[in-house]
């Protein structure tokens, strides 16, 4: 009997392959990182075969930790950083450039040019996006027009492209399968969210031709097999959701108004709107969950923060302020404020509600009584008041106050951040109790694609919470909180 579910995690910085059982729980699991690439200024690319190789690698590995085999695992799901696209030869299998990134911002410019503002609101209206370098129908487009043969090659139907899960699919299925999910389509700028297809004139917009772009299905469902050389045996792929997607399902987030907040390399908080699609007047997104029955779409509103993890990598590893996250905990739990000091980590420009592709990142308030403390602890709080921004935008979005944040991701278990959260959101924050939602999500839809779980209701009974946050700070702290960090944003752009 086959007992368990293998997710392959593809994230920002790094992979990992999750072992999950019946109950839910993790058997097993390996992770890796991946070389980030910078040829320059607000660029940010990876390595397509690096991705594919480690991630081959972390589930050997995971399987052989364990003591699993591939014929006992019932089937495999797959989540992925949204938006970073590959373009590769399918007859060679060989990427003709490195994947773009989703933080790559190379492509500003041309969303300015005067044919895509035109379209900006059939854009919007097509698929719940603004035009931003954010999305992949532009990064398509500069590997079209800046890489030698490129062009010519997609015309002819040899060059063919997709987000992350759409490489790794067709990589572990031998190039049998180029195949996306709905959650996935809806983040490229060019599918329409309401008709479920990819939509001819955002095609011609960005002049990508369609046959470079895969087949477009419900996130639990048969996406492949894989090749039996990989893991010894051939195990079906039936779960693909992108990374928010897939945490908001892995949160059991299935009801209308459901809200979770991931903190990972970003920030992304989502909010399940279910079947009605909701269009934000205040800089949100409206995209697709990850749906299990085809043609028949649901909703959610998110906001994106561009920096939040990233921002503690480059204390810790871009500049060695710190040793560790850990130490950087450490250091700001020691003291009880900033001393002032607020960090506006624009890395990437900023994000929901702001959408300024220019802003820079600064820190302000430096004074000679600002120690490394203060400087971890405004790096924690930046990562709370960005989110901040975010959660006061959607509820001005649907006319109601969120009475609860459920929370995940690698920074996400940083104590000191999430009181801080719970302190100016002004509610309680409960973190997973299992801090691989994203992981969780996939391996749940790869279950209900292939029986393994009967419905979500099932699903639900298995879920469990962490540790939960009440708000201490007072109200006039709150606000003072607010105010200082808006003059930071403002200084920024």
């Known amino acids: 009997m086959k007992e368990y579910i293998m997710c392959l995690d593809l994230g920002t910085t790094g992979v990992r392959c999750v072992i999950f059982d019946k109950a839910g729980q993790i058997v097993s699991m390996t992770k890796e990182k991946f070389t980030q690439i910078y040829p320059g200024p607000g660029m940010v690319e990876h390595d397509p075969e690096e991705i594919w190789q480690l991630q081959v690698q972390v589930c050997k590995t995971t399987l052989e930790r364990s003591g699993i085999s591939a014929g006992d695992i019932a089937a495999l799901g797959i989540t992925n950083q949204r938006e970073t696209v590959v373009v590769w030869d399918k007859d ?222 480059w204390l810790c590893e871009g500049i060695g302020l710190f040793g560790s996250p850990d130490e950087l905990e450490r250091f700001a739990a020691s003291v009880p404020d900033t001393n002032g ?39 924690l709080e930046a990562i709370g008041l960005q989110s901040l921004d975010v959660l006061r935008t959607m509820e001005q979005d649907v006319g109601r106050c969120v009475s609860h944040l459920r929370t995940d991701g690698g920074v996400g278990v940083n104590d000191v951040l999430m009181q801080f959260q719970a302190d100016v959101s002004g509610v309680p924050v409960t973190r997973a109790e299992c801090q691989e939602s994203t992981a969780l999500g996939a391996a749940f839809l790869s279950g209900l694609g292939c029986g393994f779980w009967k419905d979500t209701k099932e699903i639900q009974e298995l879920l469990k919470d962490g540790d939960t946050f009440t708000p201490q700070m007072s109200g006039e702290g709150v606000k003072v909180k607010r105010e200082e960090w808006k003059k930071a944003v403002e200084k920024c752009s």
């Not at 040019?113 to 487009?141: C, M, N, V, W």
């Open 341 to 379: 000091v607020y960090i506006v980590p624009a890395f990437s420009g900023l994000g929901a509600p702001y959408w300024d592709s220019s802003a820079r990142g600064i820190i302000t308030g430096l004074t000679g009584g600002v120690k490394k403390n203060h400087i971890a602890r405004a790096a």
């Open 92 to 313: 060679t299998g060989k990427p003709v450039y490195n994947a773009i990134v989703w933080q790559d911002r190379r492509t500003a410019e041309m969303l300015k040019e005067a044919d895509i503002q035109d379209a900006s609101d059939a854009i919007r209206k097509k698929t719940g996006l603004l035009p931003d370098a954010y999305f992949s129908a532009s990064k398509i487009e500069w590997i079209l027009k800046n890489v030698p043969g490129a062009r010519k090659g997609a015309e002819e139907g040899r060059l063919i492209a997709g987000t992350v899960d759409t490489w790794i699919i067709w990589k572990l299925t031998g190039g049998r399968c180029h195949l996306t999910d709905y959650t996935n389509a809806s983040r490229t700028m060019l599918f329409d969210i309401e008709g479920l297809e990819w939509d001819d004139e955002l095609l011609g917009i960005f002049d990508i031709p369609e046959k470079m772009l895969p087949e477009v299905k419900p996130s639990a469902g048969y996406f492949g097999t894989t090749e039996v050389s990989l893991f010894g045996a051939e195990i079906d792929i039936t779960g693909v959701a992108g990374d928010q997607q897939s945490s908001l399902f892995g949160h059991g987030c299935f009801g209308e108004a459901d809200i979770k907040n991931t903190y990972g390399t970003g920030c992304f908080l989502l909010m399940n709107t279910g079947k009605k699609r909701m269009d934000s007047k205040y800089g949100l997104l409206t995209t697709l969950t990850a749906g299990t029955v085809s043609g028949s779409p649901e909703y959610a509103l998110e906001g994106s923060v561009y920096s939040a993890g990233v921002l503690v990598d």
